[in-house]
């Protein structure tokens, strides 16, 4: 089955207008970036991968109803994205969201997973507490 596309729009630049060759594209499952006009690149971001997002606005995004948000990914490739100058960002962070969310439980995968260092900082199992 096709993945149902629920979100586009593209790159803005002065005044809000969308005069650039960098598209977004959320889907169900995926978050795809599409730049370039003669050498077009596509990259796309599993959403059960993407772990945090942060909206951005600036004054002269407010003025312009504009906004950025910048994801932090658990993908090697692309580990942090941002999706520049968008309008309603409000509700695009939102519908992010909800779609991670939907995407991790579908694939059973928690944020926790994506958190995991080499070095153990937990204190839970820690030996030395044995000595006492």
Known sequence: MADKLLWQDRKRIIFGLPWTFTKYKLYEEKF??????LNKKEEEI????????TLQK??????FGLGTIKVNSADKTT???????????DYVRDLLSDKVEA????HRVSGREYMMTDDDDDDDHDDHDDHH
Not at 46 to 53: A, F, K, S
Not at 103 to 106: E, G, V
């Open 58 to 63: 600036s004054f002269g995004h407010r003025i």
């Open 46 to 53: 599993r959403l059960y991968r993407i772990m945090d997002t």
């Open 103 to 106: 995407a991790r439980m579908k």
């Open 32 to 37: 795809q970036i599409c730049t370039g006009f």
């Open 79 to 89: 580990p942090e994205f941002f999706i520049q100058n968008v309008k309603r960002p």
